[in-house]
């Protein structure tokens, strides 16, 4: 099973950017998607952002990742 992370771009430079989520930070590759922006949601699996996502979306997503991860605990 794969899955696949919304993260927020916070900085871009060519075909990298560095995207937050959870306050944790991380340089992935933007080349598969096209115009990617500051502040814009991005799914990420291993390291590439797949998917672009509207901000309700990634928000709605990462409650329920969220969710999970304090029901692990």
């Known amino acids: 099973m794969c899955l696949a992370v919304p993260y927020k771009i916070i900085s871009k430079k060519g075909i990298k950017a560095i995207a937050d989520v959870f306050g944790i930070k991380k340089e ?6 096209d115009d990617v922006n500051v502040n814009d949601y991005v799914l ?4 590439f952002a797949i998917q672009k996502l509207d901000q309700e979306e ?16």
């Open 44 to 47: 990420v699996h291993a390291g």
């Open 28 to 33: 992935i590759d933007i080349r598969i998607l």
């Open 58 to 73: 990634a928000k709605t997503t990462l409650d329920l990742l969220r969710e999970i991860s304090e029901e692990s605990v």
